[in-house]
């Protein structure tokens, strides 16, 4: 539906029963709510001016578009409330409000640009809410709101703009503020003193700026505060022990700061707390020592990357609403408890990078929490057994389990038979271990998993064919499963090594990591079934055979990483039709001939190719010898072919020469005695001379044109011999290389080509 520019006479016509229009008794539009209409077209039709009496409008969630003119709002000044939010506006916002009237204006989610003026709240006596996030305003948060210009106001949200400066003074005075955000900007400085003076705050939200300094024990003045949200900042400082004086707080958000010393004892009173996230600062002291029981309706707690110490609070067993626990990356120690199993809701467990033991205890206890989707314990456990549970027959533990990751353990053992059993298992991940044995065939039967990750094992045998059939890998109709959301985020650290935050396993890569293992045989041809794959690296393994072409079936596929391994022959030319390939790496293997031709392929770094010796074409720097035409070696034996012909027909000439002269001088010699005598002597110099020239030239020809034979054994020492470096070289891909590796030189020799006598191979590691 399109926002009409022809003039509509709203007298002339009974429009007060239309839907989303409200009159008053004597007929006037006071109300046009047309929020999520699919309405579209410029903002706005001129006609609007001519409702007069309008006191509320709204056309959010639609796709109006256009700026905000001041002009147009003239004739409505009875506006109170104006949402405008979520549409395609932009421009600068006028100097002033529409309405001195107006009570809540939002025009948030739009690309609104440009300063707020200072005299924008001049006449906004009225204003109680005021949003404009989403947006890409600049400038500062304007300073004269209250108490003058907007006494009344109690909703304030910057946030998600590109406002710079300070937090603006006199927040104090806005005795009815209730709501301030402001996150997601550019804001620096101290968090004003005099914001603990405005005590109906409900909620506080800064976060992801660059604000420093302290939390002033002033804070315990905002006993309505519900929500404290300061994550992403430069906050140092001990936090307040007044904060325990907040008897409504519900979600503490102090993730990201350099905050340190003890957590106070206090913060255990505030009972509703509901989350309470201090991950990523230096606090530290024995966590077992706050009496977590108080907190009865504490749903999420992290306090990931601290240092922590002691064993895991027993208190903690006593919070029945605990949804998501996450311990990991501090000092803790000792074993799991069995009192774990109280919390009846526990979906997300992470404990990494602690020094738990006893993880076959461990695993026994938590496989009975059923509501667990998530198990994360990351360098915890080190050197330990992966158990193996044998009660698979009547097994029913982690029924709910979606994530697994055991990395860094250094765990020995087998992959564990105990996993054939979760059928709702999504993602696996156990790299950096020292497990043992093969990849056991029933991975390929999990209905829901898409994601395997087990590099850095000691993993034997060959890529399973039973792989290749993972469900969720096959097609689109297999692969649409429940992916809920985390209770807590998943860290990924991406390849510039930046931090990202995932709630969502199905943001995910489907994707097969088995690089630097033990693995042997061919790469199955089966693996083209996989269409749906976007990872694929089997590197630093001992796979032989071809690449097999059938990998150009997988259409989705953007990284593929076959290096360090034993693979021949030519790389397919079908891998050129990969559209999506951003990596692609065949390094150091046996593969031969030119380098598949395609605009994708050829952009790659040359070192994704080399160390493969007879691997040519662009973007190495040697060429490929041509294969159509004559070579210089056939150019060759084809000149040697035309000079012995011309010496058989030299040859022949003079034979038969002779003979003619001769049967021309028989008949005279005949008749005359002394002519016979001197012919003779003549015919016996000519022999001679004749002799020699003809030795001379067979000498000369069979010097260029050797015996087919010998050719052939001359030639076969040569080519043992290359075969046998090659062989060698080939055979040193199995080791480890470092990461500091670096070629110095590496020419590709042509197969037929002769090699240069001053060309070389160099390899050094530095």
Known sequence: ???????????????????????????????????????????????????????????????????????????????????????????????????????????SCNRFHGEISSSFFKDAWNLTSFNVSNNILTGSIPSAICPHSSPFIRVLDFSFNRFSGNIPLRLGKCSKLQIFRAGNNNLSGLLPSDIYNATKLQEISFPRNQLYGVISEGIGNLTNLQLLDLNTNGLSGTLPVNIGKLSKLQLVYLHFNTLDSYLPPSLTNCSKLIELNVGFNNFEGDISLLNFSKLSQLSKLDIVSNHFTGMVPVSLYSCKSLKALRLSLNDLEGQIQPEILLLKSLSFLSLGGNKLTNITGAIKILMGCKSLSVLLVRYSFLHEEMPAYDGTVGFDGFPNLRILGMSYCEITGEIPVWLSKLKKLEILYLPFNRMTGLIPSWLGTLPRLFYINIDSNRISGEFPKELCRLPTLLSETESRTDHNYLELPIFIIDATNSLHQNYFSK???????????????????????????????????????????????????????????????????????????????????????????????????????????????????????????????????????????????????????????????????????????????????????????????????????????DEVKSSKPDSETECTNQSEYANSNSFMVPDNFQTTSLFNVPVKAPCPEDEEILMCTD
């Open 1 to 107: 539906m399109r926002l009409s520019s022809a003039p509509l006479n709203w007298t002339s016509v009974n429009c007060c029963h239309w839907e989303g229009i409200t009159c008053d008794h004597y007929g006037w539009i006071t109300r046009l709510s047309l929020p999520a209409k699919g309405l579209e077209g410029g903002m706005f039709p001129s006609s609007l001016g001519n409702l007069t009496h309008l006191s509320h409008l709204d056309f959010s969630h639609n796709s109006l578009y256009g700026s905000l003119e001041t002009g147009f709002f003239l004739s409505l000044n009875r506006l109170e409330i104006l949402d405008l939010s979520y549409n395609h506006l932009y421009g600068e916002l006028p100097f002033s409000l529409p309405s001195s009237n107006i009570r809540m204006l939002d025009l």
């Open 507 to 709: 943001n995910l890569p489907r994707a097969l990591f088995l690089h630097n293992n033990c693995l042997t045989g061919k790469i199955p041809i089966d693996i083209g079934q996989l269409q749906l794959l976007h990872a694929l690296d089997l590197s630093s393994n001992n796979f032989s055979g071809n690449i097999p072409d059938t990998i150009s079936n997988l259409k989705n596929l953007e990284t593929v990483d076959l290096s360090m391994n034993h693979l021949s022959g030519e790389i397919p030319a079908s891998l050129a039709v990969l559209n999506f390939l951003s990596l692609l790496n065949v390094s150091y293997n046996r593969l031969e001939g030119p380098i598949p031709t395609s605009t994708q392929l050829q952009s790659f770094n040359p070192s994704v190719f080399e160390g493969n010796l007879k691997l040519c074409g662009a973007p190495l720097p040697n060429e490929c010898q041509p294969v159509d035409g004559i070579t210089t070696d056939d150019e060759n034996n084809q000149d040697l072919d035309d000079d012995e012909d011309q010496s058989l027909w030299f040859g022949l000439s003079v034979v038969l020469g002779f003979f003619v002269g001769l049967l021309g001088f028989c008949f005279p010699l005949l008749l005359k005695r002394t002519w016979r005598y001197a012919y003779f002597q003549l015919l016996d110099n000519v022999q001679f001379m004749l002799s020699m020239k003809w030795g001379r030239l067979r000498r000369k020809t069979q010097g260029h044109v050797p015996n087919q034979k």
